[in-house]
């Protein structure tokens, strides 16, 4: 009897694992809607996880695989801005400063331009990594700097308090704290003029369709559900909820604010984010970017999220271009990048 059962065990298995290969080959084809085109303008970038235009020819990459820090000209040209860095996750750059999310490590460096990057400090080190690491750092109006900061685990009360949280942090002293907590796996965030920050949250896995992925408003000494979530009780007493919800387990990442320069659809309260996609899904979901309205007064979504663009991958990192284009890189496939505009 067993030997019956084999072929049809061996198919379940191939299909499995042909279900977690795709999103990581070239056999997508990305599509976006009519009156925009789609195009790879770069290859071999690694594991991409974060991109930053410094000027409107000079693209900055985060190349977590080789620890790295790439720059591409307008040619897509590449230069190496630092190496030998420990799974580099984001930067935040300032006229004076590059800061760069290492894992569990926040450093700095002084630059000139981008030819002379030199004296690095540890602001902060020892934050534990394990199923995530630390993720974004992003600068508030104020000049404060946002550090997303992953817990070590699924589901479970974290030994250091700054894991699975957003921390503050003095980008002179390194001196930091908790500015909001129960935030799981929050890949990135962006600063919306007249709403605040938001930010994306991947919740635990596991369960079912509980959590949704979120998209959060940052409120400070706000604590934001994980881990006393549950499929019961998605928002715990004294939490707060998220703004806009997406797929569960697709794992909601890169987020972009869109420029009053764009064609792209939305206004000037719209982000763009990438949907990373699951293996915790016994079929594909995510491998797109979605489109979010928010309302400049109230900060809640005007309307649906919405799908934008469908099967690009496994995306990351997102920024448009001063001229309004939406750049977006994918993890895997070589790291390609991809160009959005309008035909």
């Given at each position: 009897m ?13 299909l ?8 990581y ?28 235009w ?5 693209l ?11 720059s591409l ?8 801005l630092?190496?030998?860095?420990n ?21 700095r460096f ?10 690095k ?6 934050i ?10 992003n600068?508030?109006p ?6 997303h900061s ?7 009360d974290?030994d250091?308090?700054r894991?699975?949280?957003?921390l503050?942090?003095n ?7 908790i500015?909001a907590?129960?935030v ?7 600063w ?33 559900g ?12 004294g ?12 794992s ?5 604010l ?10 000037n309260?719209?982000?763009y ?7 915790n899904t016994?079929?594909?979901q ?7 309205d928010?309302?400049?007064?109230t ?9 934008f663009a469908?099967?690009v ?10 001229n ?11 790291g ?8």
């Amino acid at each position: 009897m067993f030997r019956n059962a084999l072929p049809f065990v061996l198919m379940i298995l191939t299909l499995l694992i042909a279900r977690q290969i795709y999103p990581y080959t070239s056999f997508m084809q990305p599509e976006v809607p009519d009156g925009f085109s789609i195009e790879v303008v770069a290859t071999d970038l690694g594991g991409p996880t974060c991109l930053e235009w410094y000027d409107e020819d000079t693209l900055i990459v985060c190349d977590r695989d080789e620890g790295r820090i790439l720059s591409l000209d307008a040619g897509m040209n590449r230069t190496v801005l630092l190496s030998g860095l420990n799974k580099p996750h984001d930067i935040g750059i300032t006229s004076d400063h590059i800061f760069v999310s290492e894992a569990g490590e926040l450093v700095r460096f002084d630059h000139i331009g981008l030819e002379n990057i030199e004296n690095k400090t540890t602001l902060i080190s020892g934050i534990p990594t394990g199923n995530h690491q630390t993720n974004a750092v992003n600068i508030l109006p104020n000049g404060t700097l946002i550090w997303h900061s992953g817990s070590t685990c699924n589901v479970c009360d974290e030994d250091d308090s700054r894991n699975g949280a957003l921390l503050w942090v003095n980008g002179s002293s390194g001196d930091h704290g908790i500015i909001a907590s129960g935030v799981r796996n929050s890949f990135d965030g962006v600063w919306v003029p007249t709403i605040g920050y938001v930010f994306t949250d991947n919740g635990r896995d596991w369960e079912g369709d509980h959590p949704d992925e979120e998209l959060n408003l940052l409120e400070e000494g706000g604590f934001y559900g994980w881990p006393d979530d549950s499929p019961s009780n998605p928002i715990p007493d004294g939490s707060i909820a998220p703004i806009a919800r997406w797929t569960p387990h697709t794992s909601m990442n890169g987020l972009a604010l869109r420029p009053a320069s764009s064609s792209l659809p939305g206004g000037n309260a719209t982000v763009y984010a990438t949907v990373y996609g699951s293996w915790n899904t016994i079929l594909p979901q995510g491998h797109e970017i979605v489109q979010i309205d928010l309302d400049q007064s109230t900060g809640e979504v005007k309307s649906s999220t919405s799908v934008f663009a469908t099967d690009v991958g496994t995306p990351l990192p997102i920024d448009f271009h001063p001229n309004g284009d939406l750049y977006f890189a994918v993890f895997g496939s070589n790291g390609k990048l991809y160009k959005i505009s309008q035909t």
